[in-house]
């Protein structure tokens, strides 16, 4: 098995890297190459994932180039974790929305559009490199907005597509964590968009505890990361699902923008001096596995979710996962096109997304909403039209309809963005 890792010079390769060495005999993996158009990052990060591969008995080949094709020629996997505009980017995202009131996070609001329009284009060339180099090459995308790049690439004609997050897994975790008990044996009913989701349902060896999580969240008594506990009990057991953190953004907006505004400094930067001390420690040669300070970055089983997807494909395990894939019928009310962020059957060479229908309307309303903004965004990144940017921006429940064009015209200012 090949697998090529498109933004390959990340942070967040030896995490990956990690994981891979792990699994390698599982998967047959025989190559991974890196590949980034940063070649300074990709020395370091790639020299370092070099010393990992050969510390644990070079278990597969390990290639580093700033060569898209090259990387892309044959591969059985095309990983995708790219950040068009790095994060200084990310940077005059979080501040294009503060400047006008708004969230300019990198996944939603104003942020994950500006974002979404300067990857859209990239993509297309990645996936084109695809159809010709490797036609049946399974794409893992973990480039944000995760969702709204998945259904990208989809229209964009890649067949075999699969969009990860570690939302859910996380949110697993944690209630594992809050019950003390092997996550195996927690299940949830999971449907929504990326970082946009909503937990259903939660089963413990079968049993619906649900309403006992309920209560305990809005006693603030509940798994220490799950937001409920910052919003008013009454909320929360009315809603009795439990929303994934970046609901935060939707359920409790003024208290976020107020947050984002007092902050000294963005999360972008906050990220830079993260990923500057990382780089010191991968340029140690003595360096040889995964840092334990990797674990400041926020993605979390990034690669158990990942390997385990890679491994339930390449031998057809059909496990259930949760993940980014195009309804085909699963969610009523949303196109068979359009992705959703929801549990599937994942083998060999097919997808099926479970059944679930109806979704009740304390959150489909906002999943419609939010699906119309992220269509409208894919529409717009790739036809580059202004008009369908427009509307995107006005139907996104973050941004008032009102500021839409004040805000996408500084959009298309602050990142030179190609509309017309
Ligand atoms: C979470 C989100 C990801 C995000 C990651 C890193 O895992 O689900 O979408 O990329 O955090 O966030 P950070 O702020 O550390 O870049």
């Not at 060569?67 to 990310?90: L, P």
């Not at 009990?233 to 976020?256: C, V, W």
């Not at 906050?270 to 970055?297: F, G, N």
């Amino acid at each position: 098995m090949k697998i090529a890792v498109i933004g390959g010079g990340s942070t967040y390769a030896p995490e990956l890297i990690d994981g891979l060495i792990r699994n390698a005999e599982k998967i047959d993996l025989k190559e991974v190459v890196l590949m980034d158009i940063d070649a300074e990052r990709l020395k370091v990060v790639g020299t370092f994932c070099e010393r990992m591969v050969a510390h644990a008995g070079r278990k597969f080949e390990l290639k580093c180039t700033l060569d898209r094709t090259d990387a892309i020629k044959g591969s059985d996997f095309i990983v995708t974790q790219i950040r068009v505009g790095k994060q200084i980017g990310r940077h005059k995202d979080i501040k294009l929305g503060l400047r006008h009131g708004l969230v300019g996070q990198e996944t939603t609001g104003v942020g994950g559009m500006a974002k979404a329009l300067r990857t859209i284009p990239v993509m297309r060339e990645i996936a084109d490199d695809a159809k010709r180099l490797a036609p049946d090459a399974w794409f893992i995308n973990f480039t944000n907005p995760s969702g709204l790049i998945t259904e990208s690439l989809h229209k964009m004609g890649v067949k075999k597509i699969v969009g990860l997050c570690n939302i859910p897994i996380g949110i697993i975790m944690d209630l594992a964590l809050h019950l003390q008990c092997d996550p195996d044996r927690i299940k949830i009913d999971f449907v929504g968009l990326n970082h946009l989701g909503w937990v259903r349902k939660v089963y413990m060896n079968g049993q619906d505890i649900t309403e006992k999580i309920i209560e305990s969240l809005a006693d603030r008594k509940g798994p220490a990361n799950i937001p409920e506990l910052e919003y008013d009990p009454r909320f929360t057991k009315a809603l009795g699902f439990i929303p994934s953190p970046y609901l935060r953004y939707f359920y409790a907006t003024e208290t976020m923008v107020r947050n984002l505004q007092s902050k000294t400094k963005t999360r972008a930067e906050e990220v830079m001096e993260i990923e500057d001390a990382l780089l010191k420690i991968y340029s140690d040669p003595t360096q040889v596995t995964k840092p334990a300070e990797l674990e400041q970055r926020g993605g979390a089983f990034y690669s158990k979710i990942a390997v385990d997807l890679i491994d339930s494909i390449w031998n057809d395990k059909r496990e259930e996962h949760i993940v980014n894939v195009p309804n085909q019928g699963a969610v009523w009310g949303i196109e068979d096109d359009q992705t959703v962020e929801i549990p599937a059957i994942i083998g060999r060479d097919k997808i099926e997304v479970k059944p679930v229908g109806h979704v009740e309307p304390k959150i489909f309303g906002l999943m419609a909403q939010v699906k119309a903004y992220e269509t409208l965004t894919v529409e717009a990144g790739m036809e580059g039209s202004y008009d369908k940017a427009l509307m995107a921006l006005a139907a996104n429940p973050l941004c008032p309809t009102e500021l839409a064009r004040v805000v996408l015209d500084d959009m298309i200012e602050t990142h030179g963005l190609k509309l017309s």
